[in-house]
């Protein structure tokens, strides 16, 4: 089964929902959302946190093999072995020493540095050992526990948990994609964790409006997802997603040809579980300046009506920038057989501004974000703990020291190299190799171009993006399978 999981960063829930009091956060605009809007001293950190796909499994065993879910069987050799704290890049789920130690972690490091948290659900383990199967009751307990603890570490000191809508058995998340995609002035981000990949990719317009769910799940969220890292490395299929995405990328128009109207950003995040990779998270920075200055409320809803009135003259048909090479062929589209084809799709108008926070970096845009993994998760153990480490962050490495105003990411939480504004290149290189000044859609689009451009100037770049997905992956399991 694929875990899927998803939510949608709409903003007015978010303004409701970062100074809102501690219950869970409903993901409905509230009728009087523009007055719930955080005024003086609002104290907002400017960042968020995003947690996915936990998988705790109580049935975890030190020592046994990934063949039975890491439930029972030692392996002969010693390093096929689940270890302490969890198998990395196989297919077992968290032991429960795992889910402890990075909600610990959070509520350390991190609990008192966000402002909210968006948690993409699979909070129970998957049921994938035939001897063992989960029941309904096991959900529950699991699902409970997590609540109870994300409580613990976070509800209870007033910074709100917003919960996952729902998993893939319970929502039909690819019709709200293609429905939610076109609210690009108000939906800043989409946050999903699948498959636990880390990657992203755009969903554009035409793609909302042509594909029915079955075909939108397997041309945009296809992976295999029957195997483990550890299989795909023996089949050498593992880098098959890298491959079509940075395919995608090469097939964006050029900036100047580009509707960004057309276009909305889907982050995967990875996840918490090391399957198939390594336990990780992601730190989100936004922008909050200006939020505690007077009239900032006034300016928002001014640019709202100006906004509004902007869209009433303009006619709802457009033209599309992106054309997907062979497909948009003169198609006569009064011919019957043509009428269901893509080239003679209706085209609807889209909720988009070049002023709204997802286009222009301004009060509550995304503007990067850190991701954290646990490296060593394989060889840590009771005595020597694992530890969460920067793995890499999407900003310049300069925006790390604004000097004034809020800090991205707190210096404390950076690597020793990263904490002086004093910049080596070597190190932006290693932990920020994209360099984005935010990640409004056109600081994604710019990316992907240079993901997409197989040129010598962007080797690096794209060499670094793929690791990033696999996280190591390929060197691990040579390293096993020797
Ligand atoms: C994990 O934490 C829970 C709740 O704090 C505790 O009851 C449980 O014993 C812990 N389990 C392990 C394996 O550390
Ligand atoms: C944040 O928004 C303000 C406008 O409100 C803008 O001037 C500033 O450049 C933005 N900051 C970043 C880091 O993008
Ligand atoms: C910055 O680092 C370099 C090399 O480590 C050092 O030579 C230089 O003095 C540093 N500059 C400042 C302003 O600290």
């Not at 990780?280 to 809803?301: C, H, Q, W």
């Amino acid at each position: 089964m694929v875990p899927l999981s998803l939510l949608w960063l709409v903003l007015p829930s978010l303004l409701g929902a970062a100074t809102a009091s501690p219950v869970q956060v409903p993901l409905v605009l509230p009728a009087d959302a523009e007055e719930t809007l955080p005024r003086k001293n609002s104290g907002l950190k400017g960042r968020f946190l995003h947690l996915t796909d936990m998988h705790p499994d109580p049935h975890f065993r030190v020592d046994s093999a990934e063949s039975t879910a890491c439930h029972r069987r030692k392996p002969k050799k010693e390093k096929e072995r689940s270890a302490y704290f969890g198998l990395p890049y196989g297919d077992c789920d968290s032991p429960l020493t795992l889910t402890n130690f990075t909600l610990d972690f959070l509520e350390k490091h991190w609990a008192k540095e966000v402002d909210f948290v968006i948690w993409t659900g699979d909070s129970a383990r998957h049921d994938n050992d035939r001897e063992l199967p989960r029941t309904p009751d096991e959900i529950y307990t699991l699902n409970r526990a997590m609540v109870q603890r994300m409580n613990e570490v976070f509800t209870s000191r007033g910074i709100p948990v917003v919960p996952s809508l729902g998993n893939n058995d319970v929502w039909r998340p690819n019709s709200i994609t293609n429905e939610f995609s076109k609210y690009q002035d108000t939906i800043l981000g989409q946050l999903f964790g699948h498959m636990n990949v880390d990657h992203f990719f755009f969903l554009q317009q035409e793609d909302t409006i042509l594909l029915d769910d079955d075909e939108f799940t397997e041309s945009r969220l296809s992976i295999s997802d029957s195997t483990s890292a550890r299989d795909d490395a023996q089949e050498s299929s593992h880098s098959s997603l890298a491959e079509s995405l940075m395919e995608d990328f090469s097939e964006l128009p050029k900036k100047a040809k580009t509707d960004l109207d057309d276009f909305s950003v889907i982050n995967v995040g990875p996840s918490v579980v090391p399957n198939p990779y390594l336990p990780t998270f992601r730190v989100f920075a936004y922008n909050i300046s200006g939020v505690e200055e007077d009239g900032a409320l006034e300016e928002l809803k001014k640019k709202k009506k100006k906004e509004k009135k902007k869209k009433e003259k303009k006619t709802p048909k457009r033209k599309h920038g992106h054309k997907h090479p062979g497909k948009e062929a003169e198609v006569d589209c009064k011919k019957k057989e043509n009428r269901e084809t893509w080239a003679c799709r209706p085209k609807k108008p889209q909720y988009a501004s070049p002023d709204a926070p997802s286009r222009t970096s301004t009060l509550w845009t995304p503007l990067g974000y850190a991701q954290y993994w646990l490296p060593d998760v394989g060889k840590a153990d009771k005595s020597e703990k694992p530890k969460f480490r920067l793995e890499y962050a999407t900003f310049a490495r300069s925006s790390l020291h604004p000097g004034s105003g809020a800090y991205p990411i707190p210096l404390k939480e950076l690597p020793m190299s990263l904490r002086t504004a004093n910049e080596t290149a070597e190190d932006g290189q290693k932990y920020m190799p994209y360099g984005l000044r935010d990640l409004t859609i056109g600081s994604w689009l710019g990316l992907a171009r240079r993901l997409g451009e197989a040129k010598k100037g962007n080797a690096k770049v794209r060499a670094q993006f793929r690791q990033y997905m696999y996280q190591g992956a390929e060197q691990a399991l040579m390293a096993l399978m020797e």
